[in-house]
Antibody, heavy 127, light 110 residues
Framework: QVQPVQSGAEVKKPGSSVKVSCRAS????????ISWVRQAPGQGLEWMGG????????NYAQKFQGRVTITADESATTIYMELRSLRSDDTAVYYC????????????????????WGQGTTVTVSS | DIVVTQTPLSLSVTPGQPASISCKSS???????????LHWYLQKPGLPPQLLIY???KRVSGVPDRFSGSGSGTDFTLKISRVEAEDVGIYYC???????FGPGTKVDIK
């Protein structure tokens, strides 16, 4: 099974941007939706958005619209999540997760349950 | 936005006893395609979440059959028939019509 592997921890200044990557170990993500989920310290899970790499189709949580961009490389091997205008409350562990079901020719990704998760990337925003 | 609530927010269970977690959404999770987009995750301490149950009641391969999911529309339940020590962690329901997670239910052992 393809396993997501994420990039390392980041420390950023308020107002800057961060770009976290999620690589498919053992294959490609192809037609599986990939989500980004974050977890602030001691808090619950928050879905940020997702992409189907083969088609580049994305959707985002309203809270992050305009501040986050999720992209995929041409080979559908690596997914990127860029978050801009960072604030201290963006300090969190960011996870990528692969959906359990392939999708074809969809206008907007659907999510059927995320059954493979990356190890998480800690992003710390501090002056 | 669809709001998801869970009760209780914490649960302390004697090993071998049952446990039940309720999940309610502010809108029906039955989509026009006939599927109900409600899933359950367990996050053990220090680890990423793991998918336990998808589409209300379908257990992921390898998940013990003491875990079961039920419900429809806006009301859903996760049941553990006999809690074991390895079941400790935080349980989240998640709806994926417009994806959001519930607040989580922390389960520990008495």
């Amino acid at each position: 099974q393809v396993q997501p592997v994420q990039s390392g921890a980041e420390v950023k200044k308020p107002g800057s941007s961060v770009k976290v990557s999620c690589r498919a170990s053992g294959g490609t993500f192809s037609s599986y939706a990939i989500s980004w989920v974050r977890q602030a310290p001691g808090q619950g899970l928050e879905w940020m958005g997702g992409i189907i790499p083969n088609y580049g189709t994305t959707n985002y949580a309203q809270k992050f619209q305009g501040r986050v961009t999720i992209t995929a490389d041409e080979s559908a091997t690596t997914i990127y999540m860029e978050l801009r205008s960072l604030r201290s409350d963006d300090t969190a562990v960011y996870y990528c997760a692969r959906d359990r079901r392939r999708q074809w020719l969809v206008i907007s990704p659907k999510y059927y349950g995320m059954d493979a998760w990356g190890q998480g990337t800690t992003v710390t925003v501090s002056s | 936005d669809i709001v998801v609530t869970q009760t209780p927010l914490s649960l302390s269970v004697t090993p071998g006893q049952p446990a039940s977690i309720s999940c309610k959404s502010s809108q029906s999770l039955l989509d026009s395609d006939g599927m109900t987009y409600l899933h359950w995750y367990l996050q053990k301490p220090g680890l990423p979440p793991q998918l336990l149950i998808y589409e209300v009641s379908k257990r992921v391969s390898g998940v013990p059959d003491r875990f079961s999911g039920s419900g429809s529309g806006t009301d859903f339940t996760l049941k553990i028939s006999r809690v074991e020590a390895e079941d400790v962690g935080i349980y989240y329901c998640m709806q994926t019509i417009q994806p959001t997670f519930g607040p989580g239910t922390k389960v520990d052992i008495k």
